[in-house]
């Protein structure tokens, strides 16, 4: 599994894509192009640095029409 791992105190929590569970319909990266990037299959592809507060409502927009529940949020903890 990739995950974006916090890197400010902004980040809240963290991207987690399983890499098995995805079959690369690229609507996380639709919904939130700030964070995720696709690879040449379409497969996506987080930022590291966590989910800024401000982005949180597209995190977890894309989280929610994942097809295949591949993406989801983790709770990071803070300093």
């Known amino acids: 599994m990739l995950t974006a791992q916090p890197t400010s105190r ?3 929590a963290e991207l987690v894509v399983d890499r098995i ?3 690369g319909f690229g609507m996380c990266a639709e919904l939130l192009p700030e964070l ?5 299959w379409g ?6 640095g ?3 507060d401000e982005l949180m409502d597209h995190a977890r927009r894309a989280v929610a029409v994942c097809p295949v529940l ?3 949020l983790r ?5």
């Open 36 to 40: 995720i990037n696709l690879d040449d």
């Open 10 to 12: 902004a980040a809240a």
């Open 50 to 52: 966590g989910v800024p």
């Open 70 to 72: 591949a993406l989801r």
């Open 43 to 48: 497969y996506p592809i987080v930022r590291s």
């Open 75 to 79: 709770r990071s903890v803070r300093p």
């Open 21 to 23: 569970a995805c079959d």
